[in-house]
């Protein structure tokens, strides 16, 4: 996927894209202080970390919008299905990866 320029592709004037959810790794909830990401192909657009031992992680504001974002738990890719950032847009995600 090509490189975007995401200082000049924020959006400050419109409403984020929000995530909110819980991220388990091989079925067990992500530990408190993994990292979560929203990516743009190989760039990372946010990040936030599990704040809670179910696997809850912080509120993501993505302001990227317009493009396909995918998302990784750690160091793995979720299996959860690309999404479209969208302005006003809102998803309640469960992330599953595996560590295989």
Known sequence: ??????AAARS???PPHIFVGTAKIDGTAAP???IVSVMIGDQTVEQREVNQADG???TIKVDVLGH???FKIGDFAASQAPVTTQKGGANVLNWEASSQ
Request: charged share 10%; hydrophobic share 20%; glycine share 6%.
């Open 1 to 6: 996927p090509p490189t975007i320029d995401l």
């Open 32 to 34: 408190q202080g993994t």
């Open 68 to 70: 396909q974002v995918t």
């Open 12 to 14: 400050s004037n419109q």
């Open 56 to 58: 809850t992680f912080e």
